[in-house]
């Protein structure tokens, strides 16, 4: 089934930066609306950005000026820039994919990835 790939992880130390990337395995429809999420082990699932079909975009108040989403639409790849980080910054990190940008943003996304760890020293 399609699935959505996700790359660029690793660690950093604080203040540094990374990129995160998310490819689909396949074909993908109904997945206009692209996301980051990010997670820590025992703890509940955080919304870090979205950004919907024609480019508006959305982020978690703890991420608001550092992190930038953007998309590649003729390479179709999803990317999360993370600047000035921070070791609270650290987590596994998953793309979500949607049609409904507001389904997507509350959590409630067709398609996820598997994740990509992020870890800030």
């Known amino acids: 089934h399609v699935q959505l790939v996700e790359s660029g992880g690793g660690s950093v130390q604080a203040g540094g930066s990374l990129r995160l990337s998310c490819e689909p395995s396949?074909?993908?429809?109904?997945?206009?609306?692209k996301g980051w999420f990010r997670q820590v082990l025992g703890k509940g699932r955080e919304f870090v950005a979205a950004i919907d079909y024609s480019g508006s975009t959305s982020y978690g108040d703890s991420v608001q000026g550092r992190f930038i989403i953007s998309k590649d639409n003729v390479k179709n790849v999803l990317y999360l820039q993370m600047n000035r980080l921070k070791p609270e910054d650290t987590a596994m990190y998953y793309c979500a994919a949607d049609h409904w940008f507001a389904d997507l943003v509350r959590g409630d996304a067709k398609y996820w990835g598997h994740g990509t760890q992020v870890t800030v020293l």
């Open positions: 396949d074909v993908m429809y109904n997945s206009e609306s």
